[in-house]
């Protein structure tokens, strides 16, 4: 007997997408995703990009929506709903955390950075509300290095949360910034020796690594950057055949502008499985999309007054990005 459960739930998610479709029209909606999401929410995303990218549509194209919605992780709608005030943020899932930000608690960043004073604080985006208040200026992966390089050389800086990603900017421009002790559960656990073993495989394929991973899987690359910098030079080069290690919901973006190249995602540590998961970026689906548009569910409230003391270092990253 022939089974036509495959149809069946191509047209369930042709018939969610159509709905999705509405109810942003219907309600003047905006929705933003992560290149780390689910490549169907990426697909019906008006904008698609790494947290920088976001923020700057937040914050450029969002002034004609009524409701912005975030596909990503908290710390993402936290910042949207800081550049646009006004606007109903809503998340599909307010479960979806970040364990970056996690490793970075407030009180014992504040003190911290207390107990060095005269430093400057540089924090990554991937934190909370109240951590990104407490620093003079912020950066993603892909502005990091720019940045970093806007200050003297002898300036005495702070960087948090990420220890892999400071670790890396101190590397290539030759500082010595304090570094906070936090990572990402996703890039930490990218192996060294999986790598290895598929350059024996595919001994012609760059490997493209992100900053955030362990030092081991760095000195590993062809190309170091932020997603938007591994997607733009892998769909640019002139090799057929990449290993990847990020998350793996770039390589949606990947397959998508390169169909006849060959991505292959880098592994994680102790796995027999290729791919590498952000468990919080997966928590969003089509159906809670859905479920959040139609219902208005999942808004994102940020106290005002920290809104404000966060909205500063936010607008220096973004005037220094420009």
């Given amino acids: 007997m022939e089974c036509n459960s495959c149809d069946r739930d191509d047209a369930g998610r042709r018939d969610l997408v159509k709905e999705i479709l509405q109810l942003k029209k219907d309600k003047r909606a905006v929705i933003l995703a992560h290149y780390y999401v689910d490549g169907a929410l990426q697909d019906i995303a008006d904008h698609v990009g790494d947290s920088l990218a976001l923020a700057q549509k937040a914050a450029e194209t969002a002034r004609d929506a009524d409701i912005v919605v975030m596909c990503g992780v908290n710390f ?3 910042t949207v709903k800081v550049l646009c005030p006004d606007k109903k943020v809503l998340v599909p899932d307010s479960a979806a955390g970040c364990s970056l930000a996690d490793s970075c608690p407030a009180p014992e960043f504040e003190a911290f950075v207390k ?67 936090g990572a990402c559960h996703v890039h930490e656990r990218f192996s060294a020796e999986g790598i290895a073993d598929l350059k024996k495989k595919y001994p012609d394929a760059p490997v493209l690594v992100h900053p955030e991973c362990k030092r081991p899987v760095v000195l590993m690359a062809d190309k170091v950057g932020s997603t938007a910098v591994l997607l733009k030079y892998a769909l640019e080069s002139d090799s057929d055949t990449f290993i990847v290690a990020t998350e793996s919901g770039i390589l949606h973006r990947m397959r998508q502008g390169a169909p006849h190249k060959k991505f292959i995602p880098a592994p994680p540590v102790d796995s027999t499985c290729g791919c590498n998961d952000c468990n919080y970026m997966k928590l969003n689906t089509l159906e809670k999309l859905r479920n959040c548009l139609r219902d208005e569910t999942n808004e994102v409230f940020v106290d005002p007054e920290m809104a404000q003391k966060a909205l500063r270092p936010i607008n220096r990253m973004l005037d220094l990005s420009k």
Avoid: C, Q
């Fill in 76 to 78: 993402m709608a936290d």
């Fill in 115 to 181: 107990a060095h004073p005269g430093y400057t604080v540089i924090s990554y985006v991937n934190t909370s509300v109240e951590v990104k208040a407490l620093s003079d200026v912020l950066v993603t992966s892909g502005n990091a290095r720019k940045i970093v390089d806007s200050f003297p050389k002898d300036a005495k800086l702070i960087f948090g949360p990420d220890r892999n990603l400071g670790a890396y900017i101190n590397s290539i421009t030759g500082r010595e910034m304090l570094l906070w002790d």
